[in-house]
């Protein structure tokens, strides 16, 4: 028997501040900063699908490139410091340009490091963050229903002009949900193509090259 959702607004998870709803079946852990979603943990058998880095994680904010330099010196060190399980890529997708790294941009934008309010709001974990760099607040609500995770997201433009933007859903699986050698992965999919230009450290690909 599934009972009522609990929701825990001041917890820590592997020494991030977080929170999390859970019930019978699941728990969910959400950062605070980056709103990454750290891990959806199956009760039953133990086992969270979500990747979780080998490396400590930090706040993103807490992240100093002259104290961590084991992030790195690239413009995704912030987010590297921070990253876990499932991320939000918004308003870009992919690393930025030059003159985005130079004003602050990290890759994936900047909902990858920001701030997140966390409230509960009956059975449902409530999560909202102001992009400043972007002119957008993004909202999030998460709710359980039995074994299965309900997630809804809104976005608002807080600029004045329309325009597009990226917004991504990326999910990075992990072990003992992988296992080398064991796990396969099945797509109906027969048909493939590389990205039509130069793609960062992948750049020996042909680009816009068909393949089966």
């Not at 599934?2 to 825990?8: K, V």
């Not at 399980?85 to 308003?91: A, E, K, N, P, R």
């Not at 991504?168 to 396969?184: D, S, Y």
């Amino acid at each position: 028997m599934i009972t009522q959702d609990a929701i825990a607004l001041d917890v820590r998870y592997r020494d991030r501040r977080a929170a999390t709803i859970e019930n019978d079946a699941l728990r969910v852990i959400v950062l605070r900063e980056g709103g990454h979603i750290a891990a959806i943990e199956h009760k039953a058998s133990g086992v969270n699908p979500l990747w979780t880095p080998p490396w400590p994680s930090i706040e993103p904010s807490s992240y100093d490139a002259t104290v961590h330099p084991q992030f790195g010196s690239g413009s995704d060190t912030s987010l590297l410091a921070g990253i876990m399980g499932h991320s939000l890529c918004l308003d870009l997708f992919g690393g930025p340009s030059d003159e985005e790294a130079a004003a602050g941009i990290p890759p994936h934008g900047d909902a990858s490091i920001a701030l997140f309010d966390i409230a509960a709001e009956d059975s449902t974990l409530t999560m909202r963050a102001r992009l400043t760099r972007a002119e957008m607040v993004v909202e999030r609500r998460i709710r359980l229903d039995g074994s299965a995770v309900r997630i809804e997201e809104i976005v608002t433009n807080l600029a004045s002009v329309d325009r597009p933007i990226g917004w991504t859903q990326h999910v990075t699986l992990g072990p003992p949900f992988l296992h080398k050698g064991a796990t396969e992965f099945r797509a109906s999919a027969t048909r493939s193509k590389v990205f039509e230009d130069a793609f960062g450290a992948h750049d020996y690909l042909e680009p816009g090259a068909e393949f089966d």
